[in-house]
């Protein structure tokens, strides 16, 4: 699982965030003090792991060995870290590779922390948390551009908050190696990268015109490296302009190769990528009429921190994302708030005897809230459609596992569970998943009927494969739909690994 929701920060620990962007890995290591993070130690590498994805969709050999070298190093840094205080997340390159989980796995061990696949979105998100945190405060409406390795992020958002956020599949590294194979500079070449870029801004331009922003900011490497070598030659005096990127942009091509670039200003490792960047925040500039941007030095790892001090208190976006999706889709919020009542319930019987924690808790509570979602298309196959709108909705403070687990537990609510669903979950989720799914559906049986009726005592207790149900009889002669559903439960839960028996309560004397 992600981290745990609802965990208590003290003073003085310590928390981190990694970072496996598709140019360099970085981790930030912090002290938390006085309500906020307190950085205290940085580590990156330049693992540039877009250069490595192939056009199939897998990792070539010397990149994936790269990133495994760098996140062991990472690991080593992290030892005695408390595993609910260190949040690690994947972008554009890993969201592209065909298999995610075969590099995921020895990634984790690697690192010996779960890694999350973030969403374009999600990832803007967690961006522009660490950009408005990094900046003084102000109501203003700020546009922050984010060019990365694979993608780039294009946020705009007023104090903490991102009112809109776009990720767009252009990158430095894949830019340059796209735009520019084997190094060469041409001014055809250019004019081609800058107007295919162009045309993919246009999707959202529009919108981000009429929303409007008052200032620019850029984070990530990549335009810290641009304004260096802009004010470094003189381009510019503060920040990037229009006029600073045309002068770069003919320096570049005089120059020719990539392999030749020695400008003032640049760091050796930052030469190989920084046509691409340039192209694509000069096609940026050219799209939404940017006039200025300023690098900053806060980024998406500063905003995974802020994130897990969020979280820790009160501040989960990913309730806010439940509730939002509960509206969207005109949930029975009744209906939904009985089922999770009881479904509740069942699990604090169950809880200790399955080693489940606050945090499996709320997983089954947020199912529950959502497990009809899909009613909002047909009545038919419902668990299906719900899943599918929780795999593929962009769902703020969710990664892809995340919304993959819930996607398992909404299919598998009802009908016979599909096993090849409850499989395709990572490998530490499949547990968690089978057990919340089983006490979601016993939750949404009992309340077939969908009246406001109060239910009987419910006896559940279980032990690893195996869950007991125990129901009053004088109820249970009263209710012969349950009876026959719980016959016709105790097959289909087979599916979940699980083995369920029906019981009857002591009768009370008198």
Same mark, same amino acid.
């Given at each position: $699982?992600?981290?745990?929701?609802?965990?208590?920060?003290?003073?003085?620990?310590?928390?981190?965030?990694?970072? *496996?962007?598709?140019?360099?890995?970085?981790?930030?290591?912090?002290?938390?003090?006085?309500?906020?993070?307190?950085?205290?130690?940085?580590?990156?590498?330049?693992?540039?792991?877009?250069?490595?994805?192939?056009?199939?969709?897998?990792?070539?050999?010397?990149?994936?060995?790269? !990133?495994? &070298?760098?996140?062991?190093?990472?690991?080593?840094?992290?030892?005695?870290? !408390?595993?609910?205080?260190?949040?690690?997340?994947?972008?554009?390159?890993?969201?592209?590779?065909?298999?995610?989980?075969?590099?995921?796995?020895?990634?984790?061990?690697?690192?010996?922390?779960?890694?999350?696949? /973030?969403?374009?979105?999600?990832?803007?998100?967690?961006?522009?948390?660490? %950009?408005?945190?990094?900046?003084?405060?102000?109501?203003?409406?700020?546009?922050?551009?984010?060019?990365?390795?694979?993608?780039?992020?294009?946020?705009?958002?007023?104090?903490?908050?991102?009112?809109?956020?776009?990720?767009?599949?252009?990158?430095?590294?894949?830019?340059?190696?796209?735009?520019?194979?084997?190094?060469?500079?041409?001014?055809?070449?250019?004019?081609?990268?800058?107007?295919?870029?162009?045309?993919?801004?246009?999707?959202?331009?529009?919108?981000?015109?009429?929303?409007?922003?008052?200032? %620019?900011?850029?984070?990530?490497?990549?335009?810290?490296?641009?304004?260096?070598?802009?004010? &470094? $030659?003189?381009?510019?005096?503060?920040?990037?302009?229009?006029?600073? +990127?045309?002068?770069?942009?003919?320096?570049?091509?005089?120059?020719?190769?990539?392999?030749?670039?020695?400008?003032?200003?640049? /760091?050796?490792?930052?030469?190989?990528? +920084?046509?691409?960047? /340039?192209?694509? +925040?000069?096609?940026?500039?050219?799209?939404?009429?940017?006039?200025?941007?300023? &690098?900053?030095?806060?980024? $998406?790892?500063?905003? $995974?921190?802020?994130?897990?001090?969020?979280?820790?208190?009160?501040?989960?976006?990913?309730?806010?994302?439940?509730?939002?999706?509960?509206?969207?889709?005109?949930?029975?919020?009744?209906?939904?708030?009985? /089922?999770?009542?009881?479904?509740?319930?069942?699990?604090?019987?169950?809880?200790?005897?399955?080693?489940?924690?606050?945090?499996?808790?709320?997983?089954?509570?947020?199912?529950?809230?959502?497990?009809?979602?899909?009613?909002?298309?047909?009545?038919?196959?419902?668990?299906?459609?719900?899943?599918?709108?929780?795999?593929?909705?962009?769902?703020?403070?969710?990664?892809?596992?995340?919304?993959?687990?819930? !996607?398992?537990? %909404?299919?598998?609510?009802?009908?016979?569970?599909?096993?090849? %669903?409850?499989?395709?979950?990572?490998?530490?989720?499949?547990?968690?998943?089978?057990?919340?799914? !089983?006490?979601?559906?016993?939750?949404?049986?009992?309340?077939?009927?969908?009246?406001?009726?109060?239910?009987?005592? *419910?006896? *559940?207790?279980?032990?690893?494969?195996?869950?007991?149900?125990?129901?009053?009889?004088?109820?249970?002669?009263?209710?012969?739909?349950?009876?026959?559903? +719980?016959?016709?439960?105790?097959?289909?839960?087979?599916?979940?690994?699980?083995?369920?028996?029906?019981?009857?309560? &002591?009768?009370?004397?008198?």
């Amino acid at each position: $699982m992600s981290a745990p929701r609802n965990v208590e920060i003290r003073e003085g620990e310590l928390l981190a965030g990694v970072d *496996l962007g598709s140019n360099s890995f970085h981790m930030v290591v912090a002290r938390y003090q006085h309500g906020e993070p307190r950085v205290i130690d940085r580590l990156r590498d330049s693992v540039r792991l877009a250069a490595g994805l192939r056009q199939d969709g897998t990792l070539d050999a010397e990149h994936r060995a790269r !990133a495994l &070298a760098c996140l062991a190093r990472f690991g080593q840094r992290l030892t005695g870290l !408390a595993p609910q205080h260190v949040r690690a997340v994947a972008t554009n390159t890993v969201r592209q590779l065909r298999s995610p989980q075969a590099f995921l796995l020895p990634a984790e061990t690697a690192l010996g922390h779960p890694v999350e696949i /973030v969403s374009g979105r999600e990832e803007g998100r967690l961006i522009f948390l660490g %950009v408005a945190h990094g900046l003084p405060g102000s109501r203003r409406h700020r546009l922050v551009v984010d060019i990365g390795g694979g993608s780039t992020e294009f946020i705009i958002g007023r104090e903490l908050a991102p009112l809109h956020a776009e990720s767009v599949q252009v990158g430095c590294v894949a830019s340059t190696l796209r735009f520019f194979p084997g190094g060469k500079l041409t001014r055809k070449r250019w004019q081609r990268a800058r107007e295919e870029i162009g045309v993919l801004l246009q999707q959202f331009v529009e919108n981000y015109r009429e929303a409007g922003w008052d200032e %620019v900011y850029g984070s990530s490497g990549t335009a810290k490296a641009i304004e260096s070598v802009a004010l &470094a $030659m003189g381009l510019s005096e503060y920040g990037v302009t229009r006029a600073a +990127l045309a002068g770069l942009r003919e320096a570049l091509l005089t120059l020719g190769d990539i392999e030749r670039l020695h400008l003032p200003g640049l /760091v050796e490792e930052r030469a190989p990528v +920084l046509a691409g960047g /340039v192209v694509i +925040l000069e096609a940026a500039f050219d799209a939404l009429g940017i006039e200025r941007l300023v &690098a900053v030095e806060s980024a $998406m790892r500063e905003g $995974m921190l802020w994130d897990l001090i969020g979280r820790a208190e009160g501040r989960d976006p990913r309730a806010a994302s439940i509730a939002a999706l509960a509206r969207r889709y005109g949930v029975d919020e009744g209906h939904a708030a009985r /089922v999770e009542a009881t479904a509740l319930a069942l699990f604090d019987q169950v809880a200790p005897d399955w080693s489940l924690d606050a945090d499996a808790r709320e997983w089954l509570s947020w199912a529950a809230r959502v497990h009809e979602i899909g009613l909002a298309i047909a009545h038919s196959q419902h668990h299906r459609h719900g899943a599918y709108i929780l795999r593929n909705s962009d769902l703020a403070g969710f990664s892809r596992q995340d919304q993959q687990l819930l !996607a398992a537990a %909404v299919e598998c609510h009802r009908r016979k569970p599909d096993k090849t %669903v409850l499989a395709a979950l990572p490998v530490r989720h499949k547990l968690l998943a089978r057990r919340i799914t !089983a006490l979601l559906r016993l939750a949404v049986l009992f309340h077939r009927a969908r009246r406001v009726e109060p239910l009987p005592p *419910l006896g *559940l207790d279980a032990h690893d494969h195996r869950l007991r149900l125990a129901l009053p009889p004088d109820w249970l002669e009263h209710h012969p739909l349950t009876v026959a559903d +719980l016959e016709v439960e105790r097959t289909q839960i087979g599916e979940l690994g699980l083995r369920l028996e029906l019981g009857m309560l &002591a009768r009370e004397p008198g």
